[in-house]
C-alpha cells in the first residue's frame, strides 16, 4: 500500500496548481532563472543540504552559515543600501544616533569587574567568563571606518546581549524565538526594503530549521511554534530593534529598568527551555521527558 502513496499527487493536480503557466525556451546549456540566488549553483546545493539533512556529530547545525551569507551579499544592490541607511537616518533620530556614536559592545575582562547584582555588567560577565562562546563571531578582523562597518560588526557584538535581555537562551528555542523577534521589530521600525537587508541572513536561518524540523524533528517543531508565538509578542513591543540600543552605556543599569526601558516583556524563566536542543538533534530525549517538558510549557 505504501509504495504507490507518492502517487496520489495527480496529474489532474499538477495542472491546476500551474495555471497559466508559460513554457520559456532557452539555448542556455546551464540552469537559468530571473532570479540570481537560483543561478548559483554553489547556493542552490547549500540551501538544499541545509533545509533537508539531518544534524548529526560530523556537521555541526551552524555550518555553513558564513558560505550563505557570503553567497547572498554577492547579489546585494549595494549603492542602494547604502543609500537608504543614509535615508533612513535622516527619518529615525536613534538609528542615525547609535550609528554616529560608534559604541562598540565588545568588552575587555577589565571593563567587567565587580559588577553589581542584577545589572546588565552581571550578566555579560557571567556569559563572558562561563559560556564557551565568543561575542566577536562575525567579521572578524573587520575594522570600522564607516557606518556600514559598524552596523556589520555592532549586530555581532550585540546578538549575545540581546540573548541576554531578552531571557531567549542561548539554546534551540531561545535562538528561534529571538529571530522571530528581530524580524517583527525590524519591519515594525525601518523601511520594508532596507528591513529584509536587515533580515536577509534570519530569514535563512529560519526557514531553514523550519523545514528541517519539519522532516526530521517533529518535537522541536512543536516547541519552535511556541517559541516564534513568544518572540513575535516579545518583538512587537520593543521600542526599536534592539541592536540600536548603545550597550555601552547600561552596562550599571539594572536589568529590570532596560526591559521596562524597551519594551522586553514576558522573558522566559531561566532555563525553561534548556531542553530544546536535544530536540533538534539525533539523539533524542526520552519520550517521557519530552512530554513532562511540553506539558511544563503549556
Same mark, same amino acid.
Given at each position: 500500500?505504501?509504495?504507490?502513496?507518492?502517487?496520489?499527487?495527480?496529474?489532474?493536480?499538477?495542472?491546476?496548481?500551474?495555471?497559466?503557466?508559460?513554457?520559456?525556451?532557452?539555448?542556455?546549456?546551464?540552469?537559468?532563472?530571473?532570479?540570481?540566488?537560483?543561478?548559483?549553483?554553489?547556493?542552490?546545493?547549500?540551501?538544499?543540504?541545509?533545509?533537508?539533512?539531518?544534524?548529526?556529530?560530523?556537521?555541526? @547545525?551552524?555550518?555553513?552559515?558564513?558560505?550563505?551569507?557570503?553567497?547572498?551579499?554577492?547579489?546585494?544592490?549595494?549603492?542602494?543600501?547604502?543609500?537608504?541607511?543614509?535615508?533612513?537616518?535622516?527619518?529615525?533620530?536613534?538609528?542615525?544616533?547609535?550609528?554616529?556614536?560608534?559604541?562598540?559592545?565588545?568588552?575587555?575582562?577589565?571593563?567587567?569587574?565587580?559588577?553589581?547584582?542584577?545589572?546588565?555588567?552581571?550578566?555579560?560577565?557571567?556569559?563572558?567568563?562561563?559560556?564557551?562562546?565568543?561575542?566577536?563571531?562575525?567579521?572578524?578582523?573587520?575594522?570600522?571606518?564607516?557606518?556600514?562597518?559598524?552596523?556589520?560588526?555592532?549586530?555581532?557584538? @550585540?546578538?549575545?546581549?540581546?540573548?541576554?535581555?531578552?531571557?531567549?537562551?542561548?539554546?534551540?528555542?531561545?535562538?528561534?524565538?529571538?529571530?522571530?523577534?528581530?524580524?517583527?521589530?525590524?519591519?515594525?521600525?525601518?523601511?520594508?526594503?532596507?528591513?529584509?537587508?536587515?533580515?536577509?541572513?534570519?530569514?535563512?536561518?529560519?526557514?531553514?530549521?523550519?523545514?528541517?524540523?519539519?522532516?526530521?524533528?517533529?518535537? @522541536?517543531?512543536?516547541?519552535?511554534?511556541?517559541?516564534?508565538?513568544?518572540?513575535?509578542?516579545?518583538?512587537?513591543?520593543?521600542?526599536?530593534?534592539?541592536?540600536?540600543?548603545?550597550?555601552?552605556?547600561?552596562?550599571?543599569?539594572?536589568? @529590570?529598568?532596560?526591559?521596562?526601558?524597551?519594551?522586553?516583556?514576558?522573558?522566559?524563566?531561566?532555563?525553561?527551555?534548556?531542553?530544546?536542543?536535544?530536540?533538534?538533534?539525533?539523539?533524542?530525549?526520552?519520550?517521557?521527558?519530552?512530554?513532562?517538558?511540553?506539558?511544563?510549557?503549556?
Amino acid at each position: 500500500m505504501t509504495d504507490n502513496i507518492a502517487s496520489r499527487v495527480s496529474e489532474a493536480d499538477v495542472a491546476y496548481f500551474n495555471q497559466g503557466q508559460v513554457h520559456h525556451e532557452t539555448q542556455s546549456s546551464v540552469l537559468i532563472s530571473s532570479s540570481p540566488y537560483l543561478n548559483d549553483p554553489e547556493l542552490r546545493d547549500l540551501i538544499a543540504q541545509e533545509m533537508l539533512r539531518r544534524n548529526g556529530p560530523d556537521l555541526p @547545525s551552524t555550518a555553513y552559515i558564513p558560505h550563505v551569507v557570503k553567497c547572498l551579499m554577492k547579489y546585494e544592490d549595494w549603492p542602494r543600501i547604502f543609500q537608504l541607511f543614509e535615508e533612513e537616518k535622516q527619518r529615525l533620530p536613534e538609528f542615525k544616533a547609535w550609528l554616529e556614536g560608534r559604541k562598540v559592545s565588545l568588552f575587555k575582562p577589565e571593563e567587567l569587574e565587580d559588577p553589581k547584582a542584577g545589572t546588565l555588567k552581571e550578566v555579560v560577565h557571567d556569559f563572558v567568563v562561563n559560556s564557551p562562546y565568543n561575542m566577536d563571531f562575525f567579521y572578524q578582523g573587520l575594522k570600522i571606518e564607516n557606518d556600514f562597518d559598524f552596523y556589520q560588526k555592532e549586530r555581532t557584538h @550585540s546578538h549575545d546581549i540581546e540573548h541576554m535581555i531578552t531571557g531567549f537562551e542561548t539554546n534551540h528555542a531561545g535562538e528561534i524565538a529571538l529571530l522571530e523577534a528581530n524580524e517583527v521589530a525590524v519591519y515594525n521600525y525601518f523601511v520594508p526594503e532596507l528591513a529584509a537587508f536587515f533580515n536577509r541572513t534570519g530569514a535563512y536561518l529560519k526557514a531553514k530549521t523550519m523545514m528541517k524540523s519539519g522532516l526530521h524533528y517533529p518535537e @522541536s517543531y512543536a516547541i519552535e511554534v511556541k517559541a516564534r508565538q513568544v518572540g513575535a509578542a516579545q518583538g512587537a513591543n520593543w521600542k526599536h530593534p534592539l541592536f540600536l540600543i548603545p550597550f555601552r552605556d547600561m552596562l550599571d543599569r539594572q536589568l @529590570s529598568d532596560i526591559r521596562e526601558e524597551f519594551g522586553i516583556t514576558n522573558p522566559p524563566p531561566p532555563g525553561e527551555w534548556a531542553y530544546t536542543t536535544a530536540l533538534s538533534e539525533d539523539e533524542r530525549l526520552p519520550d517521557n521527558d519530552v512530554a513532562a517538558h511540553a506539558q511544563a510549557a503549556e
